[in-house]
């Protein structure tokens, strides 16, 4: 309870000061008072076009048909040439040009795919294995789960069918018993005939 207040409150506050309206009142301010948000939107922008200009770079590497020209429709030879031309200089200059002059500005210039491929720091086989054994004991419990639910729906079905069924033993039992009675009474009110007719 006493934690709780202050929390909500920090919350509210947090929330006034990064509220919806700040975007709409930093375009109204200059841009020499907006520097903080002008620069991480530089730097999200940045790492978009390096992230763009890497993925393209792959692409005439990776891709059959890089440029849509006539001339190379008509002289296939022609296009081969310049396919074969445009990936050396991808491959051997400008991808190597560009991981050097990365690594010579300690990231800053990387493509984001490469720094994550050195940077990021991958899980170790004992997280993956603790996260496999712990995704094997989730299945486990959900599997004993559900025989346990299984098996409690068998036994409930089971106790439904035997008790329609003494349900229907006990139907058949009165609808025999009516039947009896019924006979006695035709073979009561036939006697009955009988000796009214005879009289």
Not at 78 to 105: D, E, H, Q, S
Not at 152 to 157: A, D, G, L, M, P
């Amino acid at each position: 309870v006493f934690w709780a207040d202050r929390l909500d409150f920090v919350a509210e506050m947090d929330e006034l000061i990064d509220g919806p309206w700040k975007k709409k009142l930093t375009k109204l301010l200059p841009r020499r008072f907006k520097p903080d948000l002008q620069k991480n939107e530089d730097t999200h922008r940045s790492r978009d076009i390096f992230e763009n200009a890497w993925r393209k770079m792959m692409s005439f590497l990776t891709q059959d048909d890089l440029f849509e020209i006539e001339s190379f429709r008509i002289r296939p030879l022609l296009y081969f040439g310049f396919k074969i031309m445009v990936r050396f200089a991808v491959a051997f200059m400008m991808v190597p040009l560009w991981l050097v002059i990365g690594f010579a500005t300690f990231g800053l210039l990387l493509p984001p795919q490469v720094r994550g491929f050195f940077l990021v720091q991958k899980p170790s086989t004992l997280e993956q294995t603790n996260k496999v054994v712990q995704q094997i004991s989730d299945l486990r419990q959900e599997v004993k789960t559900l025989r346990d639910d299984v098996t409690h729906k068998i036994k409930h079905e089971k106790w439904e069918i035997e008790h329609k069924k003494v349900e229907a033993d006990k139907a058949q039992q009165e609808l025999l018993a009516d039947v009896l009675q019924m006979k006695e009474i035709m073979i009561t009110l036939l006697n009955k005939k009988k000796n009214e007719l005879q009289r």
